[in-house]
C-alpha cells in the first residue's frame, strides 16, 4: 500500500477564500536536474529558499508544492506573530531560555517584516496586541506565571481585570489576563501568497506538485506524480509530513487543529466584539481556545485531533460551543468557513531541525508558532546547506524534539493525555 505523503483537507481555507483569486504555478511535468529541491513551500520552505537564493544566487532551486499556495498550514494558521518567545506554560527557569531564543524570533521577524515592507506584500499585518486569558482559577495561575516571565525579561505588557478584557474584547468570559504589546495580527494566507511572489528568479515553484517519493542517487530523486526532480541537496519543509518519508518517526505526531470564520456580521452584532476592530486572545491552556476579532468577522481556534481529520459536523458543533459560550447573544452568527490544518506537535515543545541524511536536510515541528519559528529554522537551515553557517548555538538554545513512543503507544497516549488535558482545560475551551 502507498503511503500518503502529504496533506489533502476536507475543507477549503477561510482565509484563502477570503482573497481574490489567484493563478497557480503550473505543476512540475517531466524531469529537471537543480542544485537544491525544497519540499513544501509554507513559511519554512519559502525561507529555505529565499535565503538559499540569497546565499547562492547562480544556484537552481525548486520549490515543490503539493496543494496551492494558501491552502496549506501556513494559509490556514490563526495569523499570531511575534519577536518574543513567552511559553504558555511559562516559568521562571525557563525565563532565560525564552530570553536567548526571542533574540533569534527577533531577527526572523525582522528578515519576514523587511521583506513584507519592501516588496508590499499586503497582508494586513499589524501590531494589535496579543491578549493572554483565563477563564478559570488555574488560568489565572498560569497567566500570573508568563506574567512573571514577561516581567523577567522585559517584555512590555499589561495586566489586564476582568472589565479591560469586556472592554477588549465585548465578552465577560475571561476573569485575568495580560496583553503582550509587540503581539502581530497577519492575513495568513495573503502573507504565504506574498512571500511566493517575491521569491528570486533563480528559484522555481510547482504547486499541485507533491513529493511521492524520495531516492538517495549521487544526490537525491524527487518523483512527483508527472515528473522527476533530481537534486544535489534537498530540504523537507513539509512539517508533521516529513514522518511519511520515514524520518523522525519518532520525534513529532502530526496534530490536526480547526479553525473558523463567522459570516460578517451586522454593525450591531459586531460592537457586540468590543471597542477595537482588530484583537486577538490565546488561551491559558494548551487545549484551549484561540479568538480573534478580523473587523466585522470572529475566528475561532480550538480542538486537536491525531493524525487524520475529524468529522466536519463534529469540529463546526464543538466550535459553535466555544463561540456561544462566549457570546450567547450571538448565538444567530452562522460559521461561513471552518477548516482543519496540520501542525507537527514534539513532546518536549522543540523542533527538529538539522541534517537527516547525506546531502538532506529537514525542519519542522514548530508546534502553533510556525510563522516565525518555521521562517527562524527555514533561514538558518538554508545557511547549513549552503555552507555558511552551522548554528550550533541556534541548535543549543531550541533543543531538539525528544523522542515520542510509537504506536500503538502513541495513539493510546494521546487520547489517554487529552482527555486529562480537557479536563483540566474545563472553561478555557
Ligand atoms: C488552525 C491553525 C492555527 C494556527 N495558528 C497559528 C498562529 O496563529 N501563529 C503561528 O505562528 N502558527 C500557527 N499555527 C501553526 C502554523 O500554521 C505552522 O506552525 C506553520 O504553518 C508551519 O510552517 P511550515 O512551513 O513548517 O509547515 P506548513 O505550513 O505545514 O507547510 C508545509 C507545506 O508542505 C506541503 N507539503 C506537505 N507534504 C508535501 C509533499 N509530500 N510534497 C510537497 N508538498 C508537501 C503542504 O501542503 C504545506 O503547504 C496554526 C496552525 C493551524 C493548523
Not at 236 to 260: P, Q, V, W
Not at 390 to 412: K, N, V
Request: proline share 4%; glycine share 10%.
Amino acid at each position: 500500500m502507498s503511503r500518503v505523503t502529504y496533506p489533502q483537507y476536507t475543507n477549503r481555507c477561510g482565509w484563502n477564500a477570503l482573497l481574490p483569486p489567484r493563478d497557480p504555478k503550473p505543476p512540475l511535468t517531466g524531469n529537471c536536474k537543480v542544485d537544491f529541491a525544497v519540499v513544501g513551500a509554507g513559511y519554512t520552505g519559502l525561507a529555505i529558499a529565499r535565503r538559499l537564493a540569497e546565499l547562492r544566487p547562480d544556484a537552481s532551486i525548486v520549490v515543490l508544492e503539493a496543494d496551492v499556495v494558501g491552502e496549506g498550514s501556513a494559509g490556514r494558521n490563526s495569523g499570531f506573530t511575534t519577536k518574543f518567545v513567552l511559553p504558555r506554560n511559562a516559568s521562571l527557569k525557563i525565563a532565560e531560555t525564552a530570553r536567548l531564543q526571542s533574540k533569534y524570533f527577533a531577527e526572523a521577524f525582522d528578515w519576514m517584516m523587511s521583506a513584507i515592507e519592501a516588496k508590499g506584500i499586503d497582508c494586513g499585518l499589524h501590531r494589535a496586541g496579543t491578549i493572554r486569558a483565563a477563564a478559570t482559577e488555574r488560568g489565572e495561575a498560569a497567566v500570573r506565571s508568563v506574567i512573571e516571565v514577561a516581567e523577567k525579561n522585559k517584555i512590555s505588557h499589561t495586566v489586564l481585570t476582568r472589565e479591560m478584557i469586556t472592554e477588549r474584547i465585548g465578552s465577560c468570559y475571561y476573569r485575568f489576563g495580560m496583553e503582550m504589546e509587540d503581539g502581530y495580527l497577519l492575513q495568513p494566507a495573503a502573507l504565504v501568497r506574498g512571500l511566493v511572489d517575491i521569491l528570486p528568479e533563480n528559484v522555481t515553484l510547482y504547486e499541485k506538485t507533491p513529493a511521492l517519493k524520495l531516492t538517495r542517487a549521487n544526490g537525491w530523486e524527487i518523483q512527483t506524480p508527472e515528473g522527476m526532480v533530481r537534486a544535489g541537496r534537498i530540504a523537507l519543509a513539509t512539517n508533521g509530513y516529513i514522518r511519511r518519508f520515514g524520518y523522525l518517526k519518532s520525534r513529532m505526531a502530526t496534530i490536526f487543529t480547526y479553525a473558523a470564520l463567522t459570516e460578517a456580521m451586522s454593525p450591531a452584532d459586531a460592537a457586540q466584539l468590543g471597542a477595537k476592530e482588530s484583537w486577538g486572545l490565546l488561551p491559558s491552556h494548551r487545549l484551549g481556545t484561540t479568538l480573534r476579532r478580523v473587523g466585522n468577522r470572529l475566528l475561532v481556534r480550538s480542538l486537536y485531533a491525531l493524525e487524520h481529520e475529524i468529522p466536519q459536523s463534529e469540529a463546526v458543533a464543538e466550535l459553535r460551543k466555544r463561540f456561544i459560550r462566549r457570546w450567547p447573544s450571538l448565538s444567530h452568527v452562522q460559521f461561513e468557513y471552518v477548516w482543519g490544518g496540520t501542525t507537527a506537535f514534539t513532546m518536549n515543545g522543540a523542533p527538529w531541525w538539522g541534517r537527516i541524511d547525506e546531502n538532506a536536510y529537514a525542519s519542522g515541528g514548530c508546534n502553533g508558532s510556525g510563522i516565525t519559528k518555521g521562517t527562524m529554522l527555514g533561514k538558518a537551515l538554508a545557511e547549513v546547506m549552503a555552507g555558511a553557517h552551522d548554528h550550533q548555538e541556534l541548535c543549543a538554545i531550541m533543543g531538539s524534539a525528544s523522542w515520542i513512543a510509537p504506536d500503538p503507544f502513541r495513539t493510546i497516549g494521546f487520547h489517554v493525555i487529552s482527555a486529562i488535558e480537557r479536563r483540566r482545560a474545563g472553561l478555557e475551551s
